[in-house]
């Protein structure tokens, strides 16, 4: 899958090689002139807003993306004047654009003037009520990764992102939790867990749907609580929570 911007091909689904910035497998052009030198470290993310994506999908193009200053996350620096080969849907180099000896063929893409980033992740989204229309537009922002927190169906989430993944769609990777685990008044993306055994058992429920991770709200007194936050650790899933309410004779949680 890949996004287009002006005759500018950038791979949205790619794995990484070692020689690559390993947070995301997704990148993004920025112009450069939007970036200060000052600041270009600290405020990177602010310039995607300046640039637009139209997208279309093409799981086999293959090109050079050179002459660009490529964002080092990991180290806190600006390589300049690099080049990345995409072979397949595969970031297979990474290097100084002098040092580029690019196989006939391959498409080279002139980007001068720009910086490449890692794809950005949104860590709370509820796409269950943005539906999959918000998909490409997550993309088109450089969101290439989304952290689910409570929707109805996992699996229609975990079949977005594998259809992302196998290029079948525009669309971000997806980490989801599926229905949040709540004591209240019946809603859109929560189920019930009013008492512990309850709580176990929707836990148990959500770990066979193979869901990323358990969420849990803070209307759940302190038996369910302590009762889902034990089985998602024996299960081995990640814990969210939205903090307990704590009642006068509770505060000794």
């Known amino acids: 899958m890949f996004c287009e911007h002006s005759g500018v091909v950038l791979p949205t689904v790619a794995s990484f090689s070692v020689k690559c910035v390993p947070l995301s497998i997704r990148v993004r052009l920025v112009p450069e002139s939007a970036v200060s030198a000052k600041l270009q470290m600290k405020v990177f993310f602010g310039c995607l807003i300046v640039l637009g994506l139209s997208l279309r999908t093409n ?13 080092d996350v990991i180290r806190g620096a ?7 080969v995409v072979t397949g849907n595969v970031i297979s180099w990474v290097g100084a654009s002098a040092d580029l000896h690019a196989p006939d063929g391959v498409r080279l893409i002139d980007a001068h003037g720009q910086f ?30 989304v952290r689910d927190m409570g929707s109805p169906s996992y699996s229609t989430l975990h ?17 989801a939790c599926g229905p949040i685990l709540h004591n209240g008044p019946p809603y859109f993306w929560g189920v019930e867990a009013r008492n ?50 704590m009642r006068t004779e509770q505060a000794s949680w």
Request: aromatic share 6%.
């Open 59 to 71: 799981a086999q193009t293959s090109f050079a993306i050179t002459h660009v200053a490529i964002i």
């Open 196 to 245: 512990p055994d309850e709580g176990r058992q929707m836990v148990m429920q959500l770990a066979e749907e193979k869901v990323d991770f358990i969420k849990v709200t803070s209307d759940v007194d302190r038996p369910t609580y302590f009762a889902i936050a034990e089985s998602a650790r024996k299960l081995g899933l990640p814990l969210a929570v939205i903090y307990p309410q």
């Open 159 to 175: 079949r977005w992102s594998i259809e992302a993944l196998a290029g079948k769609r525009i669309g971000p990777r997806i980490v």
């Open 116 to 145: 490449l980033i890692p794809g950005l992740w949104d860590m709370h989204v509820h796409l269950g009520n943005a539906t999959e229309a918000a998909l490409p537009v997550l993309v088109s922002q450089g969101i290439t990764g």
């Open 78 to 84: 600006v390589e300049p004047d690099r080049t990345i």
